[in-house]
């Protein structure tokens, strides 16, 4: 059985009292699920984040990484200054990396090598922009990305990887991919990996959505059989929400 994983994504949002604020709103609302729940705030908060989650059932996760270990890279943050806060898990390849960021493939591969080396389990996003699916090649845009990226690794190290399909297009525009469209890219990457690993590694890891979910479309995306959860943007800011799209799950 997979693991049903929904993490939100807080971008350059909150400052310090609404992360604290936001954490408790969701503390305080959650009930007991099976459902693994993970909020990625801003570097400056991360700390307090873990420290006011303690050891509830949620996870503090990471935005981004530096591609380097350590050293003269002014203004970056590396995984293991991440690590040693207690921050195990992190976001690489999101679409705004990439394209605010110049963040290409062969970047996110060297991201995705130091962060399994140093023990920090990774979500890894994806996925076409508008002109893409409009002129039908999404299909081998998001296969190349994969190609050269994760499609790279040892089988070993796909325990440590989730990953996040993202239409750039449904990324806070209010437009969502629909359940049919989510589903068939999920079962295309599954099918590919299947292809170039095993069955089992397909199987088992989590393909989450991401692209404007909301309480109102969250359970149709998720109950298609090979999406595995949601990676959250704009919905996560609100503690009611993002509770309601962690129900969406059960
Ligand atoms: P959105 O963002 O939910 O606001 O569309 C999703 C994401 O960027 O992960």
Redesign the pocket.
Known sequence: MRKKIVAG?W?MNNGLSETIELINDLKQNLSDSDVKVMIAPSYPFLKTAVDQVGDGSIEVISQNINDNKSGAYTGEVSIDMLNSIGVNTTLIG???RRAYYNEDDALLLKKINLALESNMDIIF?FGEELKDRKSNSYFDIVKAQLENTVMKLEPNSWKNIVL?Y?PVW????GETASAEQAQEIHKFVRNCISEHFSSEIADNVPILY????KPSNAVEIFNKKDVDGG??????LNAHDFVEIIKANN
């Open positions: 994504n971008k999101h679409s705004e996003c996040a993202e449904a990324i806070g525009t991401g692209g404007s979910v990676l959250i943007g704009g919905a996560a």
